[in-house]
């Protein structure tokens, strides 16, 4: 008779299943101790033309301009 602490082979492949993102994410921060949807802070530099566009785009949008830059690059 099973545990009530243990699982079955279903439920695991339940989980698994469910989950699949999240275990990659997890398998791939063991190789690099990075997550996918971590953010990093950079610093690059752009025409005074370029930033005028996202500032406007800012502007209408309300969304910070790397929340912008991620979505044309995504």
């Given at each position: 008779?099973?545990?009530d602490k243990t699982l079955s082979n279903e439920q695991m492949k339940f989980i698994l299943h469910k989950y699949s993102e999240l275990f990659k994410a997890l398998e791939e921060y063991d190789k690099v101790r990075e997550l996918p949807f971590q953010r990093k802070k950079i610093y690059?530099?752009?025409s005074v033309e370029t930033l005028n566009k996202l500032k406007e785009l800012?502007?209408?949008t309300g969304k910070p301009i790397s929340r912008l830059i991620e979505e044309k690059m995504g």
């Amino acid at each position: 008779m099973q545990s009530d602490k243990t699982l079955s082979n279903e439920q695991m492949k339940f989980i698994l299943h469910k989950y699949s993102e999240l275990f990659k994410a997890l398998e791939e921060y063991d190789k690099v101790r990075e997550l996918p949807f971590q953010r990093k802070k950079i610093y690059l530099t752009l025409s005074v033309e370029t930033l005028n566009k996202l500032k406007e785009l800012r502007e209408k949008t309300g969304k910070p301009i790397s929340r912008l830059i991620e979505e044309k690059m995504g």
